[in-house]
Antibody, heavy 121, light 106 residues
Framework: QVQLMQSGPEVQKPGAAVKVSCKTSGYTFNIYGFNWVRQAPGQGLEWMGWISAFSGSTNYAQNFQDRITLTTNTSTNTAYMELRRLTSDDTAMYYC??????????????WGQGTLVTVSS | IQMTQSPSSLSASVGDRVTVTCRASQGINTYLNWYQQQPGRAPKLLIYEASNLHIGVPSRFSGGGSGTDFTLTISSLQPEDFATYYCLQTYSTRGSFGQGTRIEIK
């Protein structure tokens, strides 16, 4: 069955960067893409960006354009999200979600369990 | 593209028929998905392309609409359906979610 397993919780200081991983199994990795979505405490869902595991093409939300990088590793079937220049407003649960289809964002059909990122001095 | 859900929350009883609405700020054809999120859990896909049930989703869930106005209907609420529901437009290359609708037990 399709599974997306994310890395563990992170605590980072303001100004630092965080890199979250999303290891997959149960399907052919490079014919799908990935979206990343975050959820601040008590808030709704916010779409951050998309990457094609086939081509490496990316598409980022305007809010994150200059400080986010999405990558994939087809050898380990893992997707990554790096967010730089963290502030307290970046404290949130971060989710990876598989993207069906070949264009951004696709249908987010299976999700990881989430990674809590806390930004605190 | 801005997505607006209504209501923001509602109270209902087991067995009730419930409808949630999502409105897009511009036409999005049928590029609209619905997700369910239970407290402390990741969202789950319920419906894609406005009206197609995802694998394993019970038939009491249904979706409709096209253009700018969409609905999610639960024909007979079950205890496990008390959760928050989000719409997501996938028409634009940059996705955007509605603010969510919380369904609570009356």
């Amino acid at each position: 069955q399709v599974q997306l397993m994310q890395s563990g919780p992170e605590v980072q200081k303001p100004g630092a960067a965080v890199k979250v991983s999303c290891k997959t199994s149960g399907y052919t990795f490079n014919i799908y893409g990935f979206n990343w979505v975050r959820q601040a405490p008590g808030q709704g869902l916010e779409w951050m960006g998309w990457i094609s595991a086939f081509s490496g093409s990316t598409n980022y939300a305007q809010n994150f354009q200059d400080r986010i990088t999405l990558t994939t590793n087809t050898s380990t079937n893992t997707a990554y999200m790096e967010l730089r220049r963290l502030t307290s407003d970046d404290t949130a649960m971060y989710y990876c979600a598989r993207a069906s289809g070949t264009t951004s964002p696709g249908d987010l059909d299976y999700w990881g369990q989430g990674t809590l990122v806390t930004v605190s001095s | 593209i801005q997505m607006t859900q209504s209501p923001s929350s509602l109270s209902a009883s087991v067995g009730d028929r419930v409808t949630v609405t999502c409105r897009a700020s511009q036409g999005i054809n049928t590029y609209l998905n619905w997700y369910q999120q239970q407290p402390g859990r990741a969202p789950k896909l319920l419906i894609y392309e406005a009206s197609n049930l995802h694998i394993g989703v019970p038939s009491r869930f249904s979706g409709g609409g096209s253009g700018t106005d969409f609905t999610l209907t639960i024909s007979s609420l079950q205890p496990e359906d008390f959760a928050t529901y989000y719409c997501l437009q996938t028409y634009s290359t940059r996705g955007s979610f509605g603010q969510g609708t919380r369904i609570e037990i009356k």
